[in-house]
């Protein structure tokens, strides 16, 4: 008696990219336990075997500068006056290189690699990611757009009860084989009174 194809699976194994800065390298993983080893043993990691430093060292600061303008202009459109303009707002870029964003995020303090997922991430968060979002776009009010009626939409990113996040993700996305950059942004709307 044969067995079907679907009775004889086998499962197939993949080593931890990340363990061979350890001493760890021979162990295989299935995608399900590999992904559950990652994030137990590598959580927010920086490591990036695949990417040289020579090929981010190649990268024009003109190109960094157009990402910065490119994106502010992105999220001036986003903002909105009516109040059903509140709410999260994501930007797409596409195609994005993946060692522009590499070059771009990966000295800031909280940058991370997701190796299983072929996923980077970083993110900005409360006051301070504010302060330093206006850094990087050489623009301290990045997150304000003012109309004549003395309306203001912004980007919100902390109230009371929490901080509020502006999250950047550059995944490698094969279904569409595209590469792009996702940033998840509050977008809030408030009326200013003026005595």
């Given at each position: 008696m044969s067995t079907s194809p679907s009775l004889s699976f086998t499962s197939k194994k993949f080593p931890c990219s990340l363990c061979q800065f350890s001493n760890n390298i021979n162990t295989l993983y299935t995608k399900n336990k590999l992904s559950s080893h990652q994030r137990k043993f590598h959580p927010n990691n920086c490591i990036i075997p695949h990417i040289q430093q020579s090929s981010l060292n190649n990268i024009p600061e003109i190109q960094v500068?157009?990402?910065?303008n490119s994106l502010l202009l992105r999220i001036e459109k986003k903002l909105s006056y009516h109040r059903s303009g509140s709410g999260s707002r994501k930007i797409i870029f596409e195609p994005f290189s993946e060692e522009l964003f590499v070059k771009i995020f990966s000295q800031e303090e909280n940058f991370t690699f997701i190796s299983y997922l072929n996923k980077y991430?970083?993110?900005?968060?409360?006051?301070?990611?504010?302060?330093?979002?206006g850094f990087l776009f050489d623009c301290e009010v990045w997150g304000e757009k003012k109309h004549v009626s003395r309306t203001k939409a912004y980007v919100f990113m902390e109230d009371e009860e929490k901080q509020k996040e502006v999250s950047f993700v550059w995944s490698d996305i094969i279904v569409t084989r595209t590469m792009m950059i996702i940033i998840l942004m509050k977008i809030a709307r408030v009326k200013e009174i003026l005595a």
């Open positions: 500068k157009n990402f910065w991430k970083y993110v900005f968060t409360g006051k301070l990611g504010y302060k330093r979002l």
